[in-house]
């Protein structure tokens, strides 16, 4: 079983659709959460950290869900700048961050 | 305000070449990772380090050296290229253990 797993998309949606992604993590010690957006060809950059109690930023909400290992992305209201590929990323103790395969995302107007 | 800088961003090598992909940082954190990525197989973990004088081995360290004699800089070697290894690879950093990582821009290697 990998480390970290993710819904291998990809997501065609709308302008204006919501979308929600998936993640799995293996590793029971994992101690921190993020997620990442990649762009083609580019770096991946930070989205946001994602915490036990859930968070938002804007039209963007993260869940995690320690006792099923589980984490989710929800996107609202999708800009047709959301289209890229979101990395579902795991932090282990004293460790590098280990990252899912990425799930596309393409919205469309 | 620069971050991490990885150079170069484009290299070509024939097959046997040795060769080093440089990576800095100004930001002072103590880890520091480097990556590849391949289409399907995502970022993959190479070689990590928790601070100077410290380096482990990540997912794919064959055919890779690393050493971390500064805070700043990380570089990674390819001791003897091979066309498998043709691959992008990122440079990150982050500064504790339970923080985000920050990436370069990338390098992108062809072995021929």
């Known amino acids: 079983r990998k480390e970290v797993e993710q819904d291998p998309g990809p997501f065609n949606v709308p302008e204006g659709a919501t979308v929600a992604f998936n993640c799995t993590y293996s590793?029971?010690?994992?101690?921190?959460f993020f997620w990442y957006r990649q762009d083609c060809r580019k770096e991946p950059k930070l989205l946001m950290s994602v915490y036990s109690s859930g968070n938002e930023d804007g039209r963007f909400t993260a869940q995690l869900n320690r006792a099923s290992q589980y984490i989710s992305l929800l996107i609202r209201d999708s800009k047709l700048s959301d289209s890229a590929t979101y990395l579902c990323?795991?932090?282990?103790?004293?460790?590098?961050?280990?990252f899912g395969k990425g799930t596309t995302l393409s919205v469309s107007s | 305000n620069a971050g991490v800088t990885q150079t170069p961003k484009f290299q070509v090598l024939k097959t046997g070449q040795s060769m080093t992909l440089q990576c800095a940082q100004d930001m002072n954190h103590e880890y520091m990772s480097w990556y590849r990525q391949d289409p399907g197989m995502g970022l993959r973990l190479i070689h990590y380090?928790?601070?100077?004088?410290?380096?482990d081995q990540g997912e794919v360290p064959n055919g890779y050296n690393v050493s971390r004699s500064t805070t700043e800089d990380f570089p990674l070697r390819l001791l003897s290229a091979a066309p498998s290894q043709t691959s992008v690879y990122f440079c990150?950093?982050?500064?504790?253990?339970?923080?985000?990582?920050?990436f370069g821009d990338g390098t992108r290697l062809s072995i021929l």
């Open positions: 990323v795991v932090n282990q103790a004293g460790t590098a961050l280990i």
């Open positions: 990150a950093s982050k500064g504790g253990a339970s923080s985000p990582q920050h």
């Open positions: 380090s928790v601070g100077a004088g410290i380096t």
């Open positions: 590793n029971s010690a994992s101690q921190s």
